[in-house]
């Protein structure tokens, strides 16, 4: 099992910057992939971004390619999504999620409780 609890959503107007952090605890935080999604009212979730145990590979949604940044803290059991340039169309819930198995999109076992970030226009 594997606990998670996201921090760091709010407000902010477009072209800020937001850093969420998700912390986790229960089983080994390193053998786990994390990964961050989001979900807009109205909307399906979807995945934004993924980190490889070690840290080493990364994926992300086409729709956030070059604004965000997903990493990790082994020894500290943390994972971070970055959010620059941040868009009005960022606007959603942000949920950090948990795995094992390869890096990847979907089939995560893990799930926080959810973070709101508001992107004012």
């Known amino acids: 099992q594997v606990q998670l609890v996201e921090s760091g959503g709010g407000l902010v107007q477009a072209g800020g910057s937001l850093r969420l952090s998700c912390a986790a605890s229960g089983r080994t935080f390193s053998s786990v992939v994390m990964g961050w999604f989001r979900q807009a009212p109205g909307k399906e979730r979807e995945f934004v971004a993924a980190?490889?145990?070690?840290?080493?590979?990364?994926l992300y949604a086409d729709s956030v390619k070059g604004r965000f940044t997903i990493s990790r803290d082994n020894a500290e059991k943390r994972a971070y999504l970055q959010m620059n340039s941040l868009k009005p169309e960022d606007t959603a819930v942000y949920y950090c999620a948990a795995k094992e198995g390869a890096l990847g999109v979907s089939r995560y076992d893990y799930w926080g409780q959810g973070t709101q970030v508001t992107v004012s226009s």
């Open positions: 980190i490889w145990r070690s840290g080493t590979s990364t």
